[in-house]
């Protein structure tokens, strides 16, 4: 467990929690961040896999014992699962589903990206840590959106990827949470955060782009695109909507085609990606937003 210098009881629990279980370790370290934290706990683990859980979120009782013997046995890089959303106040969680899938699917990074619409963060499966060490991924420091890019390269470079539907996490959905921020200096700080997602992301695409076949580049290319829509939305709201597509063009991230319709289905991200490709037009939708809201 790794402490980023805690102001509240977390540390003394901590301390205590490892004195009764002796495979817990703590690790006090002043305020760097969640990447640093991460970063942290990557290089002290002792384990042959990882699974990274947040200070906020807990896991479902006995859920991860089946999911690591499944990981072993199949000798897999990265076993994705299944997580549940719950309210702030919500502690306990739902009884783990301990059957032995049927049928597993072992994929390479690129088909795994091409047939899942994996999430962003780095809580959803466990990893083979040799894997991370082998080839230098670490989360960067000093970001919030600091996962996209190490959940992609990770991918690309893994080469025995599972998904199983087993529930293991519960996500714990809070409304001072860093992604619900409302504060202007935060969010705007948050639209620099897209920028460097996206950038991050499109880094890899162009490392691997001889390798990627179609419908792996759509996917990855979507995904990098995504972070450029959402963080124009919120570019919309503050109104710094000229800034943020400057910047976006000027990191070669905009103008994008449309997301595909495999992950974003539907009209509204149509007309999201209609009103994003007229910079004029959201601009003034902005300004008019803003007044009015």
Known sequence: MVDDGSTDDSARICDEFAEQHSQFRVIH???????????????????????????????????????????RGYDLDVLGFGYRVVPENVASAPLAGTERPQHIQILDGFEYISHYNYTAQVWWYIVRRDVIIKNNLRLPVGHVLEEAAFNMRLFLKSKRLAQVPNVAYCYRNRASSIMHNADKEHVSMMLADYIFAASSMNEAIEEYRSKLHDECYERCRTRRDSYVLFGAVRAFKLGKVKEYLHEA??????????????????????????????????IILSTMYRLFK
């Not at 002043?30 to 942290?40: C, D, E, K, L």
């Not at 002792?46 to 896991?59: A, H, N, Q, V």
């Not at 103008?255 to 991200?269: A, Q, R, T």
Request: no cysteine; net charge positive.
């Open 29 to 71: 370290e002043s305020n760097s961040g969640v990447a640093a934290a991460r970063n942290r706990g990557i290089e002290e683990a002792k384990g042959e896999y990882i699974l990274f859980l947040d200070s906020d979120d807990f896991l479902v009782p006995d859920a991860i014992k089946p999911l690591l013997e499944l990981a």
């Open 249 to 282: 063009k000027r990191n070669n991230l905009y103008p994008f085609k449309k997301l595909s319709e495999v992950d974003y289905p539907g009209l509204k991200f149509k007309l999201l990606h209609h009103i994003i490709s007229k910079p004029r037009l959201l």
